[in-house]
């Protein structure tokens, strides 16, 4: 086999190989995106969790126990659902 047909075949390989590592980066890069989002949605969800509770904890304080969690919960939604209408 000739040198300069080494080379050629040389050089396509690397082309081929710099193509592939070029796809693995985007593919890579798309993947990083698609977990910081779902990590967001998480770190989100628990923040509004967190708000729920502190405001469910204060009403249960400010009605004394006159209601326990789920009547406040119920009241919640029913409040949400006529504001909404």
Not at 16 to 30: F, T
Not at 36 to 55: P, S, W, Y
Request: charged share 40%; proline share 0%.
């Amino acid at each position: 086999m000739r040198l300069s047909s080494i080379l050629d075949k040389t050089e396509d390989l690397i082309l081929m190989l710099e193509k592939k590592l070029s796809e693995l980066k985007m593919i890579l890069q798309n993947n990083l995106q698609k977990i910081k989002f779902k990590i967001n949605l998480q770190q989100n969800h628990k923040r509004k969790k967190q708000k729920k509770d502190i405001v469910l904890k204060a009403a249960l304080k400010e009605f004394d126990g006159d209601y326990d969690i789920e009547e406040l919960r119920l009241m919640r939604i029913k409040f949400i659902s006529e504001v909404a209408n």
